[in-house]
């Protein structure tokens, strides 16, 4: 039982080691390279577990995102904890991000509020529309909370 799980774990790290992250698809639309970039010059290379993780949020929120709203552009996607503490401000040192269960996505076409609006029809953990920026965090899990906040200058509200 544990070999097939091994293999795959050593096949994910061979292939995320020898730069062909971006053959790696986690869904119909979306690569794993999509979801470890970083400008930040620090390793961010997810566990098989969070590759899990980034699976289940392209299955069940992004894949079908994409299909009503046309592209989706990860802005951030999976965070190694080294990557997440270099995010300007600092990164939520509770964030799903680290999990592999958070994206934050923009779209070329639609602003925040349309790609909210096709959310709101999507099993999601939490969506938050952030004050002044031009993504939206979005984070999927099993027991989704469905929950939709705004961050602005005063804290979260919920809309």
Do not use: C
């Amino acid at each position: 039982m544990w070999v097939p799980v091994l293999l795959s774990a050593a096949l994910l790290l061979f292939i995320l080691q020898s730069n062909r992250a971006g053959e790696v698809r986690l869904g119909r639309y979306f690569t794993l390279d999509e979801f470890t970039r970083t400008d930040t010059g620090l390793p961010n290379i997810p566990s098989a577990q969070e590759v899990a993780n980034l699976q289940y949020l392209v299955a069940s929120v992004l894949d079908p995102l994409r299909e009503q709203i046309g592209p989706v552009i990860i802005t951030s996607g999976f965070r190694s904890p080294e990557v997440n503490a270099a995010i300007p401000g600092g990164g939520a040192i509770n964030s799903q991000h680290m999990d592999g269960e958070a994206a934050d996505i923009k779209s070329p076409t639609l602003g925040t509020d349309e790609i909210i609006a096709a959310l709101r029809q999507l099993p999601v953990d939490q969506v938050i529309k952030y004050y002044n920026s031009g993504h939206v965090h979005v984070s999927a899990t099993p027991q989704g909370r469905g929950e939709f906040l705004y961050k602005g200058p005063s804290g979260f509200e919920v809309i």
